[in-house]
């Protein structure tokens, strides 16, 4: 495996985010309550802005 450059591996971070995010929508939409979860938890620990982000 070679090694990628940083804003390679947040882009990287993201799309996978962003795929978790559409497949709990999916997951949600048909009433898998727990899968929709998982793959929310999936979704945070790829998002490499979601500590960054305030609350409010």
């Known amino acids: 495996m070679t090694a990628q450059r940083p804003s390679d591996v947040k882009e990287t971070r ?4 962003r795929m978790c995010k559409e497949m709990r929508d999916m997951a ?4 898998l309550p ?6 929310d938890m999936a979704r945070i620990e790829a998002d490499p802005d979601e500590g960054k982000r305030e609350t409010g």
């Open 28 to 31: 949600r939409n048909i009433d």
């Open 14 to 17: 993201r799309y996978i985010a």
């Open 34 to 39: 727990m899968l929709a979860y998982l793959l």
